[in-house]
């Protein structure tokens, strides 16, 4: 069997985590060995350095200092757990991935494009995707429900602090990147309930690699 890599990608308070739990369990019900995980972190390492950019640590330094330690934290991530995963033919579900770095730090951080682009081939080393689900989102309502998360007095992380327009334009370069690569991406409505947004991408998942998953 075949492993199959998943990643959810979005805005703040979209539902990735909610929708990578749902996920997990429907494609364990069809006899799978599932794999979830996140970035930055899902290692050790790479959970360190994810301590260290929310805590803005890096942010000081700039859009690229900052995609120089996501990348140092996926390359971890992608050595001690993914690829493992999916050479055993698991299927890895991962909330965020290289649409985050692409998006963070490349469209709104104004990380020089081809930089960027050589970074991550060094990065990924053709890791890429089979599928990636955008989950759309008016930002108003992401950070209103990723504010009602936090715990009273939970400081605000690195990015959920930025400001509005920062996560309009964050919304709007995601929908470039599933226009950009729409044999990858899918855009999901994640204003939908959980209920509602697992069935739909339960129904991508089903039509793009279910339907597949030995070739």
Same mark, same amino acid.
């Given at each position: 069997m075949v492993g199959r890599f998943i990643?959810?990608?979005?805005?703040?308070?979209?539902?990735? %985590?909610?929708? %990578?739990?749902?996920?997990?369990?429907?494609?364990?019900?069809?006899?799978? %060995?599932?794999?979830?995980?996140?970035?930055?972190?899902?290692?050790?390492?790479? @959970?360190?350095?994810?301590?260290?950019i929310l805590g803005g640590?890096?942010?000081?330094?700039g859009a690229f200092a900052e995609a120089l330690m996501f990348s140092a934290a996926r390359i971890d991530h992608l050595d001690t757990l993914i690829r493992p995963a999916l050479a055993r033919g698991d299927w890895v579900i991962c909330d965020r991935f290289l649409d985050s770095t692409r998006v963070y730090q490349g469209a709104l951080g104004a990380v020089e494009p081809g930089l960027l682009s050589e970074l991550e081939r060094i990065t990924l080393d053709g890791a890429v995707p089979d599928l990636t689900l955008i989950l759309d989102l008016d930002p108003q309502i992401g950070l209103a429900r990723a504010a009602s998360r936090r715990s009273p007095g939970e400081a605000v992380d690195?990015?959920?602090?930025?400001?509005?327009?920062?996560?309009?334009?964050?919304?709007?370069?995601?929908?470039?990147?599933?226009?950009? @690569?729409?044999?990858?991406?899918?855009?999901?409505?994640? %204003?939908?309930?959980? @209920?509602?947004?697992?069935?739909?991408?339960?129904?991508?998942?089903?039509?793009?690699?279910i339907d597949n998953r030995t070739a």
């Open positions: 990643t959810l990608e979005g805005g703040e308070g979209a539902g990735k %985590s909610t929708l %990578s739990r749902a996920l997990s369990a429907r494609l364990q019900g069809t006899g799978l %060995s599932v794999l979830a995980t996140r970035e930055p972190g899902g290692s050790p390492k790479a @959970e360190a350095i994810r301590a260290a640590h890096f942010k000081p330094h690195r990015f959920e602090g930025e400001t509005l327009a920062f996560h309009q334009r964050l919304r709007q370069a995601y929908l470039a990147i599933a226009a950009d @690569e729409p044999s990858r991406c899918a855009v999901l409505d994640a %204003s939908q309930p959980p @209920e509602a947004l697992a069935e739909a991408a339960w129904s991508v998942v089903s039509e793009r690699l």
